[in-house]
């Protein structure tokens, strides 16, 4: 007996281990789709729930568990946009897409405890423009057929007729979807040669943000700069953005002289240099931003406490931060 179970248990193995090396791309499709961390980890999770609900035979019957498990992600996360805009009418305030942190500090740091290159496209979460704040923002005035239409196709490479079969319509009407999502985001883009550039921009920013000085603020940023802030009715936030560079400084020199002791720091925040603002040791605000010709035009403020679990000092990989509490 023991002989016969031996090869069927090697057999299990494999298919086991292809099922569960899906998680991270999986993961890094829903928060594309989704614009959410939290939102998309429960998509996932339900697909696996789907996944294992299933009889060992159907399971085996599924040519590519890999696909199966793709498809399904993407129809969870279709019927979640759906809903998503209903309760995002009833937001209070400014929504904004959760902010990522940098892919060492989630989903438990890099993938083989890290080791050399990331082997697919959800290991390079951070790496691409697909996952800046300025490209999720852009995503989110989509419709949710436009939406998974151009993330499956433009990002993940899916070729029109499977991301027909996924989302219900014809490969043309899929063709139509992503070049219509394809033209919004044109204008979202930003080189990669600017990513160095906005490190010094962001550091200088919050040099000047530290010691209050609203003439380097407003040098900073572009004169028609705008600033939205994402409390989700939690905390204080401007419900409507706050538009142009002197009066964005001027809110910020309010904010810092009504929460004195707070701390900021340089992180990287969806694959751009950003800012972590933290206050009696509690992760506060996670600022993304958006520049063009050496200025400012876009920060984006997130400070409703539910979308910065995340960024908690106790989530596994903040090596530096854990112990003391403080930048490194």
């Known amino acids: 007996m023991s002989t016969q179970a031996e090869p069927g248990h090697d057999r ?12 991270r791309q999986l993961t890094g499709l829903a928060y594309r789709l989704l614009g959410s961390l939290a939102e998309a980890e429960d998509a996932v999770q339900e697909t696996y729930t789907r996944w294992y609900a299933m009889s060992r035979q159907q399971q085996e019957a599924v040519e590519s568990p890999g696909a199966w498990l793709t498809t399904v992600a993407s129809r969870i996360c279709l019927d979640l946009l759906g809903s998503a805009r209903a309760r995002r009418e009833r937001y209070v305030g400014e929504w904004i897409p959760e902010p990522l942190p940098d892919r060492t500090e989630w989903i438990g740091g890099p993938a083989g405890g890290g080791s050399a290159e990331p082997a697919d496209p959800a290991d390079r979460v951070t790496l691409d423009e697909s996952v800046h704040m300025a490209f999720l923002v852009v995503l989110e005035s989509m419709t949710p057929a436009e939406r998974v239409a151009f993330i499956l196709h433009d990002v993940f490479r899916y070729p029109f007729t499977e991301v027909a079969g996924i989302i219900g319509r014809t490969p043309a009407a899929c063709r139509q979807l992503a070049s219509s999502a394809r033209r919004r985001t044109r204008a979202a883009r930003q080189p990669a040669a600017a990513t160095g550039g906005q490190a010094a921009l962001v550091r200088r920013f919050k040099e000047a943000w530290e010691v209050r000085d609203i003439r380097a603020l407003v040098d900073l940023l572009d004169p028609d700069a705008t600033m939205t802030v994402d409390g989700g009715g939690l905390v204080g936030a401007a419900l409507r953005p706050v538009e142009g560079g002197e009066r964005i400084a001027q809110y910020l020199i309010h904010i810092a002289g009504k929460a004195p002791g707070l701390t900021l720091l340089e992180r990287t925040v969806n694959g751009r240099p950003g800012l972590v603002a933290r206050h009696s040791g509690t992760t506060a605000t996670v600022a993304a931003f958006g520049l063009t010709g050496g200025r400012i035009t876009h920060i984006w403020a997130i400070r409703n406490p539910e ?21 490194g």
């Open 12 to 23: 299990c193995e494999p298919a086991l281990s292809v099922i569960l090396g899906e998680r």
């Open 307 to 327: 979308k910065l679990r995340p960024w908690t000092e106790d989530r596994p990989g903040r090596t530096g931060d854990r112990a003391s509490g403080h930048a």
